[in-house]
């Protein structure tokens, strides 16, 4: 009776401890190839985990647990999308790296959860070296006027771009910022703009800012 009670309370534990990593996935994946794509797939699988859990369990703490890791290794055969594999070369650098560092950490951990957060966090670090990327350029009106055109995404991982962007020990009078291609996102951003300004006035020379979109102009009022 305690190895039959064990027994069941193992399954029920394995099928509510993975429902995350298998039931979802792996399930999900094999009911889509077999052509299950609509709510009846779905819910006639986990009708039928429920029913072997709560009817079958005399005979489901029989199965022997080689059969059950042989299982699982086909699901994860199954399941992998091989031909990923194929697309690292032409895939961009950023996505083949995060799949495979995805792969490495749950392979190291033994866990699907750290290895998506690994994955999320590494894409999200590429995502912000990737807009951080600013384009400025640059022309003189005339000897006393020069105009600077902003392009991107102004936060806290671009300032130092930005404020690196300007010359302002020029000769010259006045200055103009456009930013109608530019977004302001956080206080950095906004106090990069801030100390651009002042840098431009401690040289006698008047700094503008034209061009700011509503939401970039809402958070310069807000935050200067």
């Known amino acids: 009776k305690e190895s039959r009670g064990q027994g069941i309370a193992n399954i029920v534990t394995g099928?509510?401890?993975?429902?995350?990593?298998?039931?979802m996935i792996g399930q999900s994946v094999?009911?889509?190839?077999?052509?299950?794509?609509?709510r009846?797939?779905?819910f006639v699988a986990g009708a039928f985990l429920m029913f072997l859990i709560v009817v079958l369990s005399d005979v489901v703490v029989k199965i022997?647990?080689?059969?059950?890791?042989?299982?699982?290794?086909m699901v994860s055969i199954g399941t992998f999308d091989w031909s990923s594999l194929k697309g690292l070369r032409k895939s961009p650098l950023t996505d083949s790296i995060?799949?495979?560092?995805?792969v490495i950490t749950v392979v190291l951990t033994d866990d699907l959860s750290k290895g998506v957060f690994a994955g999320v966090l590494l894409s999200?670090?590429?995502?912000?070296?990737?807009?951080?990327?600013?384009?400025?350029i640059s022309h003189a009106?005339?000897?006393?006027?020069?105009?600077?055109?902003?392009?991107?995404?102004?936060?806290?991982?671009?300032?130092s771009d930005l404020m690196n962007a300007f010359m302002y020990r020029e000769d010259i009078e006045r200055v103009?910022?456009?930013?109608?291609?530019?977004?302001?996102?956080?206080?950095?951003?906004?106090a990069a703009l801030g100390k651009i300004v002042a840098k431009f006035k401690e040289q006698g020379i008047e700094a503008e800012l034209k061009g700011l979109n509503e939401a970039s102009q809402a958070l310069l009022k807000q935050m200067a």
């Not at 103009?176 to 906004?190: F, K, P, Q, R």
């Open 124 to 136: 999200a670090v590429f995502f912000v070296a990737k807009i951080s990327k600013l384009k400025i």
């Open 30 to 38: 094999i009911n889509t190839k077999a052509g299950g794509r609509g």
């Open 15 to 23: 099928f509510f401890g993975g429902m995350a990593g298998c039931a």
């Open 64 to 73: 022997p647990m080689a059969a059950l890791v042989a299982v699982m290794i």
């Open 98 to 102: 995060v799949m495979v560092v995805t």
């Open 141 to 159: 009106d005339d000897q006393k006027l020069r105009t600077y055109k902003v392009k991107g995404q102004i936060f806290f991982a671009s300032v």
């Open 176 to 190: 103009v910022i456009d930013l109608s291609e530019a977004h302001v996102w956080d206080d950095s951003g906004v």
């Open 40 to 42: 009846l797939s779905a």
